[in-house]
T-cell receptor, first 110, second 118 residues
Framework: GQSLEQPSEVTAVEGAIVQINCTYQTSGFYGLSWYQQHDGGAPTFLSYNALDGLEETGRFSSFLSRSDSYGYLLLQELQMKDSASYFCAAVTGGGNKLTFGTGTQLKVEL | DTEVTQTPKHLVMGMTNKKSLKCEQHMGHRAMYWYKQKAKKPPELMFVYSYEKLSINESVPSRFSPECPNSSLLNLHLHALQPEDSALYLC?????????????????FGPGTRLTVT
């Protein structure tokens, strides 16, 4: 089966940097996506890595190592509005199938 | 317009009822999805439509019946549900790009329908 593991909860202070890890065991893997979901809201896309290495999008960066079956999301200059759940998601099955990780609840404190 | 709309926002139904969830997008996306999400859990894929044809069914019970009337609309017909089917049902859409392109193929999610089965 497919499995993606993340830490369940991370707490950090405003202005800090936080890293959310994702380790995966999947078949037919094409790449790793990251989504953010605020309480009561819809998941929104943050980043995608098809190749090994770092992708940077503003305050967010994402990293993938296929050989280690590992990725992470890096959030810099944390803001209170970043408090949310973050999911990694493996892209498989022809590119249209997303299998979500267990999710990480990020709490940003003053 | 990068919006996916879903109706209704909330739905309460009995185990003998028949109801439908509706989803609409006008981004020209040719892939559409239904997910189920329980509280504090990740979304779980239920169905994928590609070019209006069902391409993935994740072994979903037959009491859930998807329908894609056209490229902009996606329905989920519900019949004889169980209390454990109570959840947030999310619809999403995306381009239908081949994964070998290496290009991102982000899914745009609607706000969901909060379903309660009594």
């Amino acid at each position: 089966g497919q499995s993606l593991e993340q830490p369940s909860e991370v707490t950090a202070v405003e202005g800090a940097i936080v890293q959310i890890n994702c380790t995966y065991q999947t078949s037919g893997f094409y790449g790793l996506s990251w989504y953010q979901q605020h309480d009561g809201g819809a998941p929104t896309f943050l980043s995608y890595n098809a190749l090994d290495g770092l992708e940077e999008t503003g305050r967010f960066s994402s990293f993938l190592s296929r050989s280690d079956s590992y990725g992470y999301l890096l959030l810099q200059e944390l803001q209170m509005k970043d408090s949310a759940s973050y999911f990694c998601a493996a892209v498989t099955g022809g590119g249209n199938k997303l299998t979500f990780g267990t999710g990480t609840q990020l709490k940003v404190e003053l | 317009d990068t919006e996916v709309t879903q109706t209704p926002k909330h739905l309460v139904m009995g185990m003998t009822n028949k109801k439908s969830l509706k989803c609409e997008q006008h981004m020209g996306h040719r892939a559409m999805y239904w997910y189920k999400q329980k509280a504090k859990k990740p979304p779980e894929l239920m169905f994928v439509y590609s070019y209006e044809k069902l391409s993935i069914n994740e072994s979903v019970p037959s009491r859930f019946s998807p329908e894609c009337p056209n490229s902009s609309l996606l329905n989920l017909h519900l019949h004889a549900l169980q209390p454990e089917d109570s959840a947030l049902y999310l619809c999403a859409s995306s381009q239908d790009r081949p994964p070998t392109s290496g290009r991102r193929n982000e899914q745009y999610f609607g706000p969901g329908t909060r379903l309660t089965v009594t």
